[in-house]
């Protein structure tokens, strides 16, 4: 059995609507149980939870400090390609986006890892579009063979794969994949994937069972926010992330919270979620689950990051590029997105300090091997 | 004093090192703890590096290393880890970890009973952390490792002796030392557990998160002192109600 069987025994509409007839009852239910389930997180992203959210917000701090310390996990993003056989309405690296496409070159890998390594990085996550023929297995592997030797820990963002090639790649050191299913709204997906392998919606929902079964270390899920009500797709997100944490018991999970950021091309967000919003997601996620990483990308704004890492967030990024090549080779290529928060690597970490957490580099070493 | 391997401590209380928010911080914690046994990851360490923050802060005469092997799913990565931790960090004491469940870091005993055998016949001082089954202490015993690490609780809960019953268990049939380790959340769990004749007790979320971990850490040295001298000292025994009539045996006197 797979997440696609379960999946088909809910309904879009009756979920969105058990969401939004949560009570305020229901939330201080949630929040003053042991232990939650899908209901309790159901209220806690309802609208009925927003009047709660400093009592969540102080809840998750605790239980974030309790199981991951006063110390946040500092990675980066390496693009490797923006080529791209894919239309995806929201981004800009999309196959009609006329833009320059970029492969990186072995020799341009290199000198991109010089570059990121002198930040300080050992932690990296690896990011392409969706180009088989050009970026498939063969790329990666070539990738891989050229990053391992660099870096502690290697996460991979790219379209994804069937499970023997993932059972290839762990070999050489992959250790996390970031499979974000954009939307659990099927018919919405469908509008914004009209074109490539990227439109095959039980392809993608299936993807972290295949990496289950191959045996990966972790796996990141997530939405992207503004493609269709936040509520009702971050209670998939959960609903994925339960089935996953007790079939695949050996993994470890992260989930991140893209929100829709200008591009080439761009679209305007369907559901615009508020800043209010996403820190009421972050601390629901935090007291559903307190063993779940959370991720935040450069794509939030400074005064954002800085007050959310004490919420729940465990990992972020930093003086990131989102375009291939950005680091050492081509510094004005057209980037995936705009990030926001623009300060370095260095800056983040006393940012932290200064906020009592240890910014840690290295938290994994290649001895442990991928598998 | 505590003798474990070829090593003898006054302190017996053992920490850990994560979770802390500097090195500094953590430093100061261990030292007032009055700890001589510390454990750390080996993956938070970077053992190429001539100048990794961690071990920087653990160089000083009173701290004893205890790599562990956090991280490792299953024997074959722990000995992996445990031949490399030998190497970067020049001891052959291991805390044998292996808990392929990430979500509450519960250890597996069928791995970690086939990685101690190996390990301790590779030399090892092999500390193994375990569920609190007896059984297993016995079979690790056996297997050669100089102590055993039963849980109180799952790590990091905080949430004190759950598994009371069957420490109690271990500690009276352990030919080796006891050192309850994870889920002691109050210094008042660790006296709890010295009291019932734990050697050791190892202590490391209850200090690093909590607000100020320097006290903390004074506070556990504390409980674990006291908890060991109660035990030494013999504990009264806990009696039930006192009853001044006897009514299923007065009629001896009667007879």
Known sequence: MSFSEIFRNYNWDDIKSRIYSKTSQDVENAISKPQRNLEDFMALISPAAAPYLEQMAQLSHKLTQKRFGKTIQMYIPMYLSNECQNICTYCGFSLDNKIPRRTLTEKEILSEITHIKAMGYDHILLVTGEANKTVGLEYFKKAFRLINPSFSHISLEVQPLDQHEYEELIPLGLNTVLVYQETYHQEDYKKHHPKGKKSNFDYRLETPDRLGRAGIHKIGLGVLFGLEDWRTDSFFTALHLQYLERKYWKTKYSISFPRLRPHAGGLTPKVEMTDRELVQLICAYRIFNEEVELSLSTRESNKFRDNVIKLGITSISAGSKTNPGGYANAPESLEQFEIDDQRSPAQIAEMLTRQGYEPVWKDWDRAYGGG | ?255
């Not at chain 2, 001589?36 to 990851?41: H, S, Y």
């Not at chain 2, 092997?69 to 445990?82: D, L, M, P, Q, Y």
């Not at chain 2, 500690?171 to 009291?195: F, H, L, R, T």
């Not at chain 2, 001044?244 to 001896?252: D, G, N, Q, R, V």
């Open chain 2, 1 to 255: 004093m505590l003798t474990i391997g070829d090593k003898t401590f006054n302190s017996r209380l053992f920490t850990g090192t994560g979770k802390f928010n500097s090195g500094e911080l953590m430093k100061s914690a261990l030292f007032e703890s009055g700890s001589e046994l510390v454990t750390m990851a080996l993956k938070r360490v970077d053992v190429n590096s001539d100048e990794d923050h961690i071990l920087g802060y653990l160089d000083h005469p009173q701290f004893n290393l205890l790599p562990n092997t956090s991280g490792v799913r299953n024997a074959k990565e722990a000995i992996f880890a445990a031949e490399l931790a030998r190497e970067a960090l020049e001891t052959n004491w291991l805390k044998l970890e292996i808990h392929p469940d990430p979500k509450y870091l519960l250890p597996d005993p069928v791995e970690t009973l086939v990685a101690a055998e190996q390990l301790a016949k590779k030399g090892f001082i092999v500390l193994p952390y375990i569920h609190a089954d007896p059984v297993l202490c016995k079979r690790l015993e056996e297997a050669g490792v100089a102590a055993v690490m039963p849980l109180g609780s799952p790590i990091g809960s905080n949430k004190g002796l759950k598994t009371i019953d069957f420490l109690e268990i271990i500690i009276e049939q352990s030919n080796v030392p006891v050192v309850v380790d994870a889920g002691i959340g109050a210094p008042s769990d660790a006296a709890k557990a010295m009291e019932i004749g734990a050697d050791a007790v190892l202590v490391n979320t209850a200090i690093a998160v909590s607000d100020n971990p320097i006290a903390m850490a004074r506070a556990f040295k504390m409980a674990v002192e006291a908890g060991r001298i109660a035990y030494e000292a013999k504990l009264a025994q806990p009696i039930g109600h006192a009853s001044a009539s006897s009514p299923l045996t007065s009629f001896i006197d009667e007879l």
